[in-house]
């Protein structure tokens, strides 16, 4: 087998054995035989010139270390039977990995296209946003801030608290307020409190209208508590739609009165 040492300066003798003129064009491309490579084992250190080329049509052996001060050009496949140390690997075509082991940091700058499933071991930290267009199966969520159009559960749903945001909609008293009577709102379209003051000479009828904010796909279920002795004494009943309900009562107010009520709204 050649040793890389013993290869050096062997191309000049070699050169000169076969007494071919001096080629024309700025690179030389030689062959030696097998016999040829055996006898550049006895040479010196330094195996030719930069314009000069070595093609070897065997098989190569190096039991020793290779150095590459320039580029390494490989025109078929590169295979490696044991570990590879890379500074740095640029890949600007298609690559195809069987196994990939990355004992640091990976990162890459350009986009990611995964074909095939995604298995992570280990803690997961996503600095920007996450887009997933088909379906995500998490068995365990931990979130501090959780923002989503649409929800659904197939499952049990477990919170500790529920916390309901928005704008409060728009309300309007009725006539069953009397005169001089108001009525304000305060909350959203899931949750809020009504607050009704009767004036004078107050009948029966509608209390209050609710209108939300944005429509409901289909007739909410309205959930009222009282929150005033007045309110629990008074039967009020509820109408519904998807845009919004009304309080109504079938017996007079008394007039002067302070009638507070939660509501809750669920489809």
């Keep these: 087998l050649v040793s890389v040492a013993l290869v050096g300066g062997a191309i ?40 000069q080329t070595l093609n070897i049509g065997a098989n190569a052996l190096f039991r020793g270390t290779v150095n590459v001060i320039s580029d390494l050009t490989v025109g078929g496949r590169f295979n490696a039977n044991g570990a590879v140390t890379l500074s740095q690997l640029n890949i600007t075509g298609t690559t195809a990995l069987s196994g990939l082991s990355v004992g640091s940091n990976l990162t890459v700058s350009g ?112 959930q009222l508590t009282p929150l005033t002795g007045a309110a629990a004494g008074l039967p009020v009943y509820v109408t519904r739609t998807a845009t919004g309900f009304q309080v109504h009562t079938d017996v007079a107010p008394p007039a002067g009165a302070v009638f507070a009520f939660d509501y809750l709204v669920a489809q």
């Design 12 to 51: 000049g003798w070699w050169i000169e054995s076969q007494q071919k003129p001096a080629p024309t064009k700025n690179q030389t491309i030689q062959t030696l035989t097998p016999q040829q490579l055996q006898q550049l084992s006895d040479l010196g250190t330094n195996l030719g010139t930069s314009n």
């Design 111 to 222: 986009a990611t296209t995964l074909q095939q499933g995604l298995t992570v071991s280990g803690l997961t930290a996503i600095n920007g946003g996450l887009n997933v267009s088909g379906t995500a199966s998490v068995n365990a969520l931990n979130a501090s801030s959780i923002s989503v159009t649409n929800l659904s559960i197939s499952g049990p749903l477990l919170i500790s608290h529920i916390v309901s945001q928005g704008a409060a909609p728009s309300g309007s008293a009725g006539t069953a307020v009397g005169a001089g009577g108001t009525m304000s709102i305060s909350g959203n379209d899931t949750a809020g409190t009504l607050n009704i003051n009767t004036g004078s000479n107050p009948p029966a009828g509608v209390l209050a209208t609710v209108v939300f904010r944005g429509a409901y796909t289909g007739t909410p279920h309205i």
